[in-house]
DNA sequence: ACGTTACTGGTACAGATGTATCATCAAAAG
DNA sequence: CTTTTGATGATACATCTGTACCAGTAACGT
């Protein structure tokens, strides 16, 4: 057999170099010559790997995923050291911001897949759709912490203030993708909205 | 002079085929003669009304904005008849929600549009950046009649509550979009976020 | 009546795109 | 060393897309 090349690496180089061009210039413009060259790579090759587009698109969605999911969590873990669980649901909330380049492309991305699977049931079918669902556990749990700790507001449910932050987070998300928000404004709303969920500082008299 | 046609007429007509078969079958494949087909006339006839492709999607995205608000609009105004603010608010968040085809197309679209926005610079001009502040305007100011007949709970910012809904409204939007979330969760959120903004029933004793 | 002009149809063209085909190279196995 | 086979390259092809071109038709002013 001859020279025997890690076919996993390969396929992941030119899966970055998808959403980077797709990323730079949008998904919807990008074909498989596009790919190869952000690659440097010929367009058999990207052919050889990904036998067709669709497959080379759904794991770039694939691979959009978990380099995220793998971003949150390691900034959440980060702020899970020393302070309270609040510190935890603001960095989860703010890592999903597109405030850098990284979380700005996979907004843009995320959003473009997100169109596509509505007309396109084998993407709806990808796990981008049960990743949210993973956060929105993820958060749920941490309220419930908070809740036991007796750090939140009372009448608060976990579940719904977490699927309701999300979604806030997630559209004040689009705002900033488009233009239309700065992420300071929306890290501004954000905490606003956790300041009357989690309770204030006041001491409350025995 | 030969044949009077109403212009503005046919190119709504045109227009409206645009939004059907986009929403049908998605932005990015539709084109000039998909477009021309679905409105029943000639591929020519597109052209001559709107001279090139760009156009025809700006005047689709106005068409869609335009729509859209009279639908929100006419929902408002409908329940602002008898009950308080918060109905007002409700019926504005409900009605954004794609709880029925015509709010799910209009979702979709908007979408898509924002979507194309990121990278085209003429489309992020459009007027899909100034409708979503409109709206914020419209809804800070219900939010502030209610704080005035003192519905709300102290310490709610009007302007940023505002900011944060229809944010979650979007998000959960999209969420009902790909068929993450039903419509009728989605709601369920958004009225749990309610119940923290605007007072309960409670009486307060004096 | 008639020409001007708004409107409409048919079709061609240049470019891009996804995919398929044919051929080559190099390394490992015998 | 030869053969086998995984990996790579160059290129052809059919299709679709936006746009341009060339014409024909019909109504209005004079």
Redesign the pocket.
Known sequence: ?????D?AE?RTEIGEALIRVAGRRGLH??????VAAEAG?????????F????K?LFFGLELLAERFGERVSTRVRAAGDSPGPREMVEALLMAALPADDESRTFHHLYTSYAVLAVNDPALAAQPFIKNPDTAEDALTELLRQAQEAALLEPGVDARLEAAGLLAMSAGLGTGILVGQRSPESATTVLNHHLNRIFRTGEVVLP
Not at 1 to 5: E, G, L, Q, T
Not at 29 to 34: A, H, K, L, N, Y
């Open positions: 057999m001859p020279k025997r090349v076919h390969r413009t990008v074909g498989m010559r596009d790579v010929s367009l058999r090759l990207v052919q050889y790997y036998q067709t587009k669709e080379l």
